[in-house]
């Protein structure tokens, strides 16, 4: 059966979603998981398992949130360069910072 993006059709009662194990239910209608918590007295929970990739890139985000975000001397330099006409472009050496940072992204 069709459904529109609106919201206005609904699913008659439940439909199995097997993208997460559950069932959805219709306004009204209790799920078996709430019937179970309720009988035993407890909540149903959900849990998650990050990966060690995860992990460090939480890590990562931490540092960087904790360090300061902009060099402002550095952008002070360069920009007094650029206003006198003396700013170089290393090619190579940008060409090797991207492929280093390439090389880094593809680890792990």
């Known amino acids: 059966m069709?459904?529109?993006?609106?919201?206005?059709i609904r699913p008659p009662n439940t439909q199995s979603d097997s993208r997460i194990g559950r069932q959805e239910t219709s306004p009204g209608q209790a799920s078996s998981t709430d019937t179970e918590a309720r009988s035993s007295g407890t909540q149903p929970t959900?849990?998650?398992s990050l990966t060690e990739s995860?992990?460090?890139?939480?890590?990562?985000?931490?540092?960087?949130?904790?360090g300061e975000a902009v060099d402002i001397?550095?952008?002070?330099?360069?920009?007094?360069?650029?206003?006198?006409?003396?700013y170089e472009i290393d090619?190579?050496?940008?060409?090797?910072?991207l492929l280093a940072l390439d090389d880094?992204?593809?680890e792990g």
């Open 104 to 106: 880094g992204l593809g």
């Open 73 to 86: 001397g550095r952008v002070e330099s360069a920009r007094q360069a650029l206003e006198e006409g003396v």
């Open 54 to 66: 995860a992990r460090r890139l939480s890590e990562l985000a931490s540092e960087a949130a904790a």
């Open 91 to 97: 090619p190579r050496q940008i060409a090797e910072r």
């Open 2 to 8: 069709p459904e529109r993006i609106d919201g206005l």
């Open 46 to 48: 959900d849990s998650v």
